[in-house]
RNA sequence: GGGCCGUUAGCUCAGUUGGCAGAGCACCGGACUUUUAAUCCGGGUGUCGAAGGUUCGAAUCCUUCACGGCUCACCA
């Protein structure tokens, strides 16, 4: 099969590297002892001037990106992801055949170099060859050196090409690296340890959402992939953990879009002795925070919504908003009919079971959600769509729950999380109930997490966040799948 | 799932009314000892996403399919 795909100038390719074999050289070494990264030399070096040389050696190594022949003096730029930087090659320095050989790498190679570091007429920081060492032959042409790679679907296919020849996607990523070390570091600077807890879960809890279902083999049972960790993060703090946080994948076998992926990264965090009002302060710290480390300010533009970081973000509770930002009176004294025919005027779509809060909370992602631009929490959810979450003390069709909203998208999720184990099981049966009548999202029931919170759960706050759309709010992306290294696509045809 | 758009050389893209498949970069050959999108001379390397159909003749028109993008729906 391999055969048949080859273009002239793979065929080229795989003609060098038979040639460099029949001349005894093997093409894909295992090591290179270097003495810099091309970044260190650009920093030692810097004080080097214009036309002097520094006197020094360094031996580096980095992927061919460019290539200028002169005749019998040549430059050569390398790539070692760090940074770039040119090689100079003369025949003077290298003799005719070695000057010949170098020249003669494919742009994609990866070799090694030796030699001194000065800086050229021109400015340009630059290595005057004395050794080189082909260290892997690349036997596939790169993209175009100006255009690079556009194409969105070999961008996201071929993630490894996209990031050698467009520099900006390596600048989301490091954004997005630079993003979770800093969640790891500011929740283990406050007392908050990082643990794992199971992806395959029996039952899948802690949200409403449809999962994927895999099989054991060895139990001969139905396995479902976690679609989020919550109710194990939550037995761990009735464990006695008193602050933990898991900061990983969740998956959820739903539909794929601009902002959804099935496999996606999310932070949850809980935090015994606090309520959703204490997890309100962490999340508005760690974002402001984020904002200043990472994008450098706390005034920062998200397709060309200009927004600011650096106030106290609002607060709203959801009936507020709906009165406030979405211009309707809304409350849980209006009959069912009476809300299902404000949803009809605003178009907003209803299914046969839903309750009272199903149809406020559509009603508000519809008229306010949408329309939020700065960040705005939004307070006091509907009791009927939040099953994990301890009741309003002032209004028990609520709980104490908020999102975090920014440009109408939801970044953080976070209740008082629901203590009381009797309470809890009338909810996961109500649960059951919309289960039983066709909710596939419905949550399952867990008995073995009634029994944890037998034992007590001391009051908690949990938090949850959504981290790839944090990392595309904090580096301007459009599509989560600017922001994930392999988003997921239809597997490619006519493959294997 | 619906709608709209796209798929042509390794990459970025043109391709007129249906009439021999094009450019730039990359690549190959040649010139050039400080260039940096190097320059100059010569060379086009292709299953026009796939399969059918219409036609003397299809990259171009029609049908179906695949993949992707945007969007609506769905969904935390």
């Avoid at 790498?105 to 800086?119: N, Q, T």
């Avoid at 975090?404 to 184990?421: C, H, M, Q, W, Y």
Wanted: proline share 4%.
């Amino acid at each position: 099969m391999e055969t048949e795909d080859l273009n002239e100038l793979m065929s080229q390719r795989r003609r060098k590297l038979e040639e460099m074999a029949a001349a005894g050289t093997d093409a894909f070494k295992s090591n290179f002892d270097r003495s810099h990264s091309i970044e260190e030399i650009k920093k030692e070096f810097d004080v080097v001037e214009t036309g002097e040389n520094s006197g020094k050696d360094v031996d580096t190594a980095g992927r061919i990106v460019a290539r200028r022949e002169h005749g019998k003096a040549s430059f050569i730029v390398i790539d070692d992801g760090s940074s770039q930087i040119q090689l100079y090659l003369t025949i003077n320095n290298l003799g005719e055949d070695n000057y010949r050989e170098l020249l003669g790498f494919d742009i994609g190679d990866i070799i090694g170099v030796s030699g001194e570091v000065f800086r050229t007429r021109r400015g340009e920081l630059s290595i005057s060859v004395r050794e080189y060492i082909i260290l892997t032959k690349s036997l596939r042409p790169l993209p175009e050196k100006w255009h690079g790679l556009k194409d969105k679907e070999l961008r996201y296919r071929q993630r490894y090409v996209d990031l050698i020849v467009n520099p900006e996607v390596k600048e989301v990523f490091a954004k997005r690296i630079a993003v979770i070390k800093g969640i790891r570091d500011y929740l283990a600077d406050n007392g908050f340890v990082e643990v794992d807890t199971p992806m395959l879960q029996p039952i899948p809890g802690g949200a409403t959402a449809r999962p994927f279902i895999t099989f054991h083999n060895a139990l001969d049972m139905d396995i479902y992939l976690r679609i989020a960790p919550e109710l194990y993060l939550k037995r761990l703090m009735v464990g006695g953990y008193d602050r933990v946080f898991e900061l990983n994948r969740s998956f959820r076998n739903e539909g794929i879009s601009v902002r959804h992926n099935p496999e996606f990264t999310m932070l949850e965090a809980y935090q015994a002795y606090a309520d959703y009002n204490d997890m309100m302060e962490l999340t508005e710290d760690l974002i402001k925070k984020l904002a200043r480390d990472i994008v450098g300010e706390e005034e920062l533009e998200y397709q060309g919504i200009k927004l600011d970081l650096s106030k106290p973000f609002k607060k709203m509770t959801m009936l507020d908003s709906l009165a406030e930002v979405g211009g309707i009176e809304v409350s849980f004294d209006m009959d069912i009919d009476g809300l299902k025919s404000l949803a009809k005027e605003n178009e907003v779509h209803v299914d046969k079971g839903d309750g009272k809060g199903t149809i406020i909370t559509e009603l508000f992602e519809k008229l306010v959600e949408a329309n939020l631009e700065e960040p705005t929490f939004i307070l006091d959810y509907p009791k009927e769509i939040t099953p994990l979450a301890k009741s309003h003390p002032d209004n028990p069709e609520l709980v104490e729950r908020f999102e975090l909203i920014v440009v109408g998208r939801e970044i953080a999720n976070a209740f008082s999380e629901l203590t009381d184990p009797r309470e809890q099981r009338k909810r996961f049966e109500k649960q059951v109930e919309r289960r039983d009548a066709g909710d596939e999202e419905a949550q399952f029931f867990d008995e073995d997490y009634l029994r944890a919170l037998e034992y007590g759960l001391p009051p908690t706050g949990g938090l949850g966040i959504g981290i790839d759309r944090l990392v595309m709010l904090l580096t301007d992306s459009a599509s989560i799948r600017d922001v994930i290294f392999f988003p997921h696509l239809r597997p490619e045809k006519g493959r294997e």
